[in-house]
């Protein structure tokens, strides 16, 4: 029977695990890199786990100087709840610091600034040892604020070099939806997307104008539609409706930047009587769980976002203790998820 966790200690775990308390000790405190056996990590976080062995977090701060918490920046915005991702990321960040006892810490925040706020207070407070921050922009203001200060890890491209990223290839994953529509006989295909400050847009369009490229197809401002704020479905009905309005010769086709502001183009296009997959066709981003549930059933290009964070939460951490970090920019492949919104499932073409 496993004793009562407040009771369990570090030499318990050792017996019990049939190892040294050193060894337990370098395990739970995240100094084991490169020296313990795989299979013996394993066993004695099972071993911990199964006895209920939790640390002395104010001991381990005063022993080690750390705080054995990472912070994990996110919008709290309601545009930002809608997207999956988030969940995704919090699940990813949990799984990477429990494998080596630690816990993570939710900065949420409602804009820009707030973030600046909550970043500043953790550094003063010392209330993390590290930080997971997303949406990289132009001229970033996190970074020369944390830069030096606080370990931290960049969710998304960054143009500094010294900073570790994990991101998505947006350019290719962007590149191959825009030739799946442009395979499919579409010519005239639009781009809806977030303010092009942010660095997941820029990437994107990149490879929306690298596939037309490549098509000798003609790169149309006028096929850009910019949703004003952050993701999120109204964001995307008003978006797609403004470039609908100002259109002479509407699109057939829209690749968007997320399946939320993919869900508003769909809406968009029903209020003015155009058939989704028929006489327009419609690719996301993200695969949301309701994206398979929508009318027609949306394309989407699948993003990893628990493995995305979990990669950059385990690189955080090998930063916080002083060990090797490499690759130091990782990018993580996307899948496009075919379904009927694009007029794939259909037999014949669509009007070019």
Not at 26 to 54: F, K, P, W
Not at 197 to 225: M, S
Request: aromatic residues 6%.
């Amino acid at each position: 029977m496993a004793r009562h966790s407040g009771n369990v200690t570090i030499k318990d775990v050792a017996a019990a695990a049939g190892v040294s308390v050193a060894t337990v000790s370098s395990v739970l405190n995240g100094r084991d890199h490169a020296r313990v056996a795989a299979a013996t990590r394993q066993r004695i976080l099972e071993t911990a786990q199964r006895l209920g062995y939790r640390p002395k977090r104010s001991a381990q701060a005063l022993r080690t100087g750390l705080t054995g918490a990472v912070g994990l920046s996110v919008p709290l915005c309601p545009d930002a709840l809608l997207s999956p991702f988030f969940y995704e990321a919090v699940r990813g960040a949990l799984k990477a610091a429990k494998q080596r006892g630690w816990l993570v810490t939710i900065l949420g925040f409602q804009d820009r600034q707030e973030e600046l706020v909550l970043l500043q207070a953790a550094m003063e407070q010392r209330s993390v040892d590290g930080v997971v921050l997303f949406d990289p922009c132009d001229d970033d203001p996190r970074i020369p604020l944390l830069k030096g200060r606080l370990p931290f890890v960049v969710v998304g491209r960054c143009a500094d070099p010294e900073v570790p990223t994990v991101d998505n290839d947006n350019l290719l994953a962007a590149k191959l939806a825009t030739q799946h529509l442009l395979n499919l006989g579409h010519r005239r295909i639009a781009f809806v997307h977030i303010p092009l400050q942010f660095a997941t847009a820029q990437d994107r369009l990149a490879g929306y104008r690298a596939a037309l490229e490549e098509a000798g197809v003609p790169f149309e401002p006028n096929l850009l539609a910019e949703a004003k704020g952050y993701y999120g479905v109204e964001a995307g009905f008003r978006a797609f409706s403004a470039l609908l309005d100002r259109a002479v010769e509407p699109p057939t086709a829209v690749l968007a930047m997320d399946d939320a502001l993919a869900l508003g183009v769909l809406q968009a296009a029903q209020r003015r009587g155009l058939r989704v997959s028929e006489d327009l066709a419609v690719i996301g981003f993200n695969d949301a769980p309701f994206s398979a549930h929508c009318e027609p059933p949306l394309t989407t290009v699948r993003i990893f976002g628990e493995t995305l964070v979990a990669y950059a939460t385990d690189m955080l951490l090998r930063l916080i203790h002083g060990e090797p970090v490499a690759p130091w920019r990782l990018l993580v492949p996307t899948q496009l998820i075919v379904r009927a919104s694009c007029g794939a499932m259909k037999q014949t073409n669509p009007a070019a």
